[in-house]
């Protein structure tokens, strides 16, 4: 069965850096698209960040750009977000996501595996 399991969230103060990750198990994410999407509470499901297989194509919310980063580690088939200067950003669940095949996407039903979630509050 396959897992990403995040972690890494928590409480982040006004302009400090996080860096959640989200190792994989039972499935090799290098041939895999990944993804981070985030739900405020009471809110919809937004795309933040994504990345190819190849890690040569990234994809990012307007928002974040030039402050988060995503990245891949196939070799520990983990991958991570550096969120830094989290200003803007309120509290969210963030979700690690994965999608069989070559194509980007910024659509969560396009994707085949998610973790669980993992809070992220920035502290104002």
């Known amino acids: 069965q396959v897992q990403l399991a995040e972690s890494g969230g928590g409480l982040v103060q006004h302009g400090g850096p996080l860096r959640p990750s989200c190792p994989a198990s039972?499935?090799?994410?290098?041939?895999?698209?990944m993804c981070w999407f985030r739900q405020p509470p009471g809110k919809n499901r937004e795309f933040v960040a994504g990345i190819s297989a190849s890690g040569g194509s990234l994809k990012y919310l307007d928002s974040v750009r030039g402050r988060f980063t995503i990245s891949r580690d196939n070799a520990k088939n983990t991958l991570h977000l550096q969120m830094d200067r989290p200003k803007t950003e309120k509290t969210a669940t963030y979700y690690c996501a994965a999608r069989a095949g070559k194509d980007m996407t910024i659509n969560g039903h396009e994707c085949d595996y998610w973790g669980q979630g993992i809070q992220v509050t920035v502290n104002s």
């Open positions: 039972s499935v090799t994410i290098g041939s895999l698209v």
